[in-house]
């Protein structure tokens, strides 16, 4: 199967689960079993590859430009956490569909679970690093849902919250280390950076870099100093527990520093930093485990301390620690997701995790039993099950490994490391089903139904093969290895056996097992030593950190932001201006280009115009009413100076426009108080006036300065004044750009016109259905109305006018693509033909003469313009290309037929309909009861007998 | 010429911003008309002013920078769309509170002066 499906169909299927909600639990489970399977049958198909030694690939460009392309790549590496990612995956689905109780949404629960196992096989199957870097986050942020997936619990918040925190700032960190890596290799494909190590290690950016991406891979897998967001996480469901913490989501952190080993590893830098934080973590992780009373918890610590030595393996930076690290990560999958799973079953079975009120299960729950003693034996070093053989390899490396010079830190430590471990395992066997039976469990234990069992029982039974039987996994342990060392080291030739003779690692072993059984027998007093020292509490320190970046925050974003719009309107005003000023300041001025064009008095007439007009709004901008009326005046002035510079579009776009916008505000203004009142100090006004007035100089200077300048590169406007006729069929060069250079950009404004008038539908609507429809329906109006509002003279005059409009519409609709016009400004002139019905005849009269809802004539625009950028996908074009062609029916002239005018018909409708709907939201508020609304176009008719004119009229 | 067009665009973004930062509904919304003007013939002027030679093919052999016009076009009838938004919500405000003011919390700070 392709890589790519093998990523995509978890991500594909991730609402499977979901929507089979309805169908039951068994089905949800189901669906989710059948993806997972297909995607693991889909990786084997490439087994033969893998096994040849082969790598595959899958690639298609993305975003080449930045790097960014869509590379997976497959080799043993990769193929081996992908087995273990959807193999343990479909053991945890079996298994989670019998844990989870009748209350919980299982659909939802699985929907959560593809798309994190998705984010994880994308990790392990990248090939480009900005890739990887996008499944990273993701599995940060599906980790997080499965986490909080107890929502009503708050510990299951917090955790979730912490993971997501620490987790996803070391993402960030990450993505700085990538990035940098990336600029040193000159590429962003890892078959390319890995094969440039000493480039890579001899760069200056060398240190950065590493310290960037461990702090991703630390942050994930849970080493010191970040370790303490893992055991929180155990707040989620046991089978979440059991598949991020054994498996997945930690593995992820170590998986990346086992793919960058080729490059990063070998140096001190390296070796200091990854060592010593895995020694930390193994030690510190095993003691702490082992005074945890909740089994998860010391499941959890006991993973902290089992990543700790992967990872410590990985810092020696040897082919033999490669090697341990690679077994190790198999050999801690199997026995370490068995164990989560029982520690579910025993918390399913018993309702406590609680070790202090268990112990004598082993009869109660002889299979439960079998399955968690050995896989607990195994995590403690005993020989014939697995964890014995890779615990041993890396008491030989550590052995072997040199701190600072001296000799006996790194085994000592690795030997107190496994004595803990060995001593948990032992609690953890000991203190839950040896001991005498007690009768105070909180529910009567007995074995869970197979569905429960079989799915550990299963790993029970690999971690007993591999270690009676290491040679089954010594090929794939060496062929992983191979793919982790690339080129830069051979594959060391140890074999895998249970017996190397009386070596070292032996005597450390038995060390580490005889001095397991020794703490375990003196854990009383060790607990109270415990408990009485004194200990920093991981949970507090993070808050503490969190509340005070908080604090910092909001000592900084206040004073600017305090929800005054006035203050950030002032702020931004301000950095503009000063930014603008800085850039001014530093950069060249060219001397001027262009010459000053003269300027006739009728220029300066009509500027002068604008400037009162403006000033006038400014000093009298309390009257509303005046300022509107002036600010007519501005637009009709710039329309005016559109058509002198040669913009009869823009033109005639700003006029209708302008009549609409008017109507608009003072269909408001019927509403808002008439006049400002005078709140502001004298104070505050010159100090707006003085930002006004920064603000208003710097756009002068700026637009002063590059109108005497030519631009510094060639426009490309010379393109589409060279192919609009060729290309685009039409001689309005602004207008083929709309429909059809730029059609894209065209289509998605009108969808945004759309949007905004379906927004201010759904605003009327919430207005009128609030407690503000009684105030509006009982409201006096504060101005005194006409007594004849439709005069007659008016509707006759519309109704007129009405058909001229339209064909005026019509015909600037037409002639668009030669001339100025087309469907923007066609579309307001027909909306202001349909406005004036409106206001002439009243709304009731008009509303009942609407044929088409305005909604639907806004989807209808839309709809008639995406098609049309459909329909070049049917001749292989791709989307809005347009074509025209010249058709002569005999009697007429030759006339030219264009896709783009189908474009334009969209574009028509969707502003017709656009402005429509907005308007008529707020004529709807207008509405008052006791005035009904009249059903007849006109006030006073002759026509009509005078009575029922004034029942019209609701007087 | 050029410096009738420029000192337009300044005192128009002037007069908006003063307007925006006035402190009840209706005034900002004409202040924020007034820049929508003063950046729609801004970048209309990025196409240079050129007096009679419009973007319509002829046999004309020097026309004016088309770009901007497009561009400009949809912008003016977007910023339709948008002013009816935020005159609607303004209104609903003012519906519902009785009161138009922009800021969130008048009696605080200096802006409630």
Redesign the interface.
């Known amino acids: 199967m392709s890589l790519f499906l093998i990523v995509a169909l978890p991500f594909l299927s991730a609402l499977l689960p979901g929507l089979m909600n309805q169908a039951g639990r068994a089905a949800c489970a189901g669906v989710t079993f059948t993806v997972t399977l297909a995607a693991l049958v889909g990786l084997f198909t490439n087994l033969h590859t893998i096994i040849a030694g082969d790598v595959v690939m899958y690639r298609v460009d993305w975003i080449p430009s930045l790097g960014l392309n869509f590379t997976l790549m497959l080799d043993a590496l990769g193929f081996f956490f992908a087995t273990l990612i959807l193999g343990i995956g479909l053991l945890i689905i079996a298994y989670a569909r019998f844990y989870l109780a009748r209350e919980d949404n299982m659909g939802e629960f699985f929907t959560y679970l593809l798309l994190f196992q998705g984010a994880m096989v994308g990790i392990v199957l990248s090939d480009n690093i900005l890739l990887l870097l996008v499944f990273w986050e993701l599995t940060s942020l599906s980790s997080f849902l499965l986490i909080g997936y107890w929502k009503h619990l708050p510990e299951g918040r917090q955790g979730a919250r912490m993971a997501l925190t620490v987790t996803g700032m070391g993402g960030l960190a990450m993505i700085g280390g990538m990035l940098i890596l990336g600029q040193i290799a000159g590429s962003y494909d890892l078959s390319v950076i890995l094969q440039n190590r000493e480039l890579i290690q001899q760069s200056d950016l060398y240190l950065p870099a590493l310290i960037l991406i461990l702090a991703g891979c630390f942050t994930k897998s849970a080493q010191f100093p970040f370790h303490f967001w893992l055991p929180h996480a155990m707040a989620a469901p046991t089978p979440v527990s059991a598949y991020l913490h054994s498996a997945t989501m930690v593995k992820a952190g170590i998986f990346l520093m086992a793919r960058m080993w080729p490059v990063l590893s070998g140096t001190p830098e390296w070796f200091w930093l990854v060592t010593g934080a895995g020694l930390i973590t193994m030690v510190l992780g095993a003691v702490i485990a082992l005074f945890k009373h909740d089994l998860k918890a010391l499941l959890a610590f006991s993973t902290v301390s089992h990543l700790g030595l992967i990872t410590m393996l990985l810092g020696t930076g040897t082919a033999f620690g490669a090697m341990a690290a690679v077994f190790h990560i198999l050999n801690h999958a199997t026995f370490k997701a068995a164990l989560f799973m029982s520690a579910g079953i025993i918390d399913h079975e018993t309702h406590t995790r609680d070790i202090r009120r268990l112990g004598g299960l082993r009869h109660l729950m002889p299979i439960t039993f079998v399955i968690a003693t050995l896989a607990a034996l195994s995590m403690a070093g005993i020989p014939l099950l697995n964890g014995f053989l890779s615990k041993e390899m890396m008491l030989e490396e550590a052995y072997h490994t040199v701190l600072g010079g001296n000799h006996w830190i790194v085994p000592a430590l690795a030997v107190v490391g496994s004595l803990f471990s060995a001593a948990y395992c032992f609690r953890l066997i000991g203190h839950t089903f040896l001991g005498p039976q007690r009768d105070d469990y909180p529910a009567k234990p007995h074995d869970p139904p197979a569905g429960l069992w079989l799915p550990p029982a299963l790993l029970v039974v690999l971690v007993v093969a591999i270690g009676i039987a290491p040679f089954l996994a010594e090929p794939a342990v060496k062929g992983i290895t191979a793919a982790v060392l690339g080129n830069t080291a051979e594959v060391p030739t140890a074999y895998f056996k249970i017996w190397h003779g009386l070596v070292p690692a032996l005597y450390m072993s038995i060390v580490a097992v005889v001095g397991g059984l020794v703490v375990l027998a003196l854990f009383k007093p060790l607990l109270k030593l415990w408990d009485a020292a004194p200990r920093p509490e991981a949970k507090t320190i993070f808050e503490g950190l969190v509340e005070g970046v908080v604090r910092l925050a909001k000592a900084l974003i206040l004073p600017l932001h ?6 950030y ?2 702020v931004m ?1 301000v950095t503009v201006v000063i930014a603008g000023y800085y850039a001014w300041a530093t950069g060249t001025v060219g001397a001027p280009t ?1 010459s ?4 006739g008095a009728i ?2 007439a009509g ?1 002068v115009m ?2 009162a007009a ?2 006038g ?2 000093f009298l ?1 309390r009257n ?1 009413l005046l ?2 009326v002036l ?1 007519g005046i ?2 009709l002035m ?1 329309s005016v ?2 058509v ?7 033109a005639m ?2 006029i209708t ?1 302008e009549v ?2 008017t109507i ?2 003072l269909l ?2 019927n ?3 008439n006049e ?2 005078v ?3 004298v ?2 006004r010159a100090r ?2 003085t ?3 920064a ?10 300065h ?3 300048r ?1 631009a510094v590169t060639a ?3 010379e393109f ?2 060279a192919n ?2 060729k290309g685009g069929g039409g ?4 207008n083929v ?2 429909v059809d250079f ?1 059609g894209f ?2 289509f998605g ?1 009108i969808i ?2 759309g949007i ?2 379906v ?2 539908y759904a ?2 609507e ?2 009128l259905g ?3 429809r009684a ?2 329906l009982n409201r006096t109006p504060d101005k005194p109305l006409a007594g004849d509002q439709h005069p007659m003279m008016m509707v006759v005059l519309t109704r007129v006018a009405m058909p001229v409009v339209m064909m005026v519409a019509f015909y600037v609709f037409l002639r668009g693509h ?3 016009g087309g469907g ?1 400004i066609a579309g ?1 002139i027909a909306s202001i033909g349909l406005v004036m019905q409106y206001m002439a005849s009243g709304y009731s009269w008009a509303t009942q003469r609407q044929r088409y809802p305005h909604h639907g004539v806004i989807g209808a625009g839309v709809l008639i313009a995406g098609l049309t950028g459909i329909g070049s996908w049917f001749v292989g074009k791709p989307f809005l290309t347009s074509d025209f062609t010249y058709v002569r029916i005999p009697p007429f002239e030759k006339f030219e037929l264009a896709t783009a005018a189908l474009f334009d018909l969209g574009v028509f409708l969707a ?1 017709v309909g ?2 429509m709907l ?1 308007l008529d ?2 004529s709807r ?1 207008a509405r008052r009861a006791h005035v009904k609304d009249s059903d007849y176009a006109m006030d006073i008719n002759p026509a009509r007998s005078e009575n029922e004119a004034l029942k019209g009229q609701g007087v | ?30 202040g924020v ?2 820049l929508t ?2 950046v ?3 970048l ?15 046999d004309a052999t020097t ?5 901007p ?2 561009l ?3 912008a ?10 935020v ?6 405000a ?3 509170t009785n009161d ?1 003011h ?4 008048p009696g ?4 409630a ?1």
């Open positions: 305090n929800g005054a719009f006035s203050r309107a002032a005003a262009r000053v064009q003269p300027a220029e300066i500027w604008m400037v403006v000033l709004m400014v901008h509303r300022s509107l600010i501005v637009g710039v100076g559109f002198f510079f040669s913009a009869p579009d823009l776009t700003q426009v609409v916008t608009l505000l408001a203004l509403f808002l108080p400002t009142p709140e502001s100090t104070l505050r707006d006036m930002v006004a007035v603000g208003g100089v710097a756009a002068m200077g700026l637009s002063y590059y109108l005497l030519d426009p490309i406007s589409h004044l609009s006729y001689t309005n060069v602004v750009i709309l730029r950009d065209t404004e945004v016109l905004a008038a927004l201010i605003l009327t919430t207005l609030g407690p503000v105030r509006l030669n001339e100025p923007f307001l502003v656009a402005v907005s939201g707020f508020l | 010429m050029e410096i009738l067009v420029a000192s337009a665009i300044g005192i128009l973004t002037a007069g908006g911003l003063y307007l925006v930062l006035r402190m009840r509904t209706f005034p900002v919304i004409l008309s007034l003007y003063a729609n013939v801004f209309f002027a990025s196409g240079r002013l050129t007096i009679g030679a419009p973007p319509i093919l002829t026309y004016t920078d088309p770009l016009q497009a400009v076009l949809t003016i009838v977007i910023s339709f769309g948008m002013t009816a938004v005159v609607m919500i303004a209104l609903g003012y519906l519902g138009d922009v800021d969130d919390a605080r700070g200096e802006d002066v």
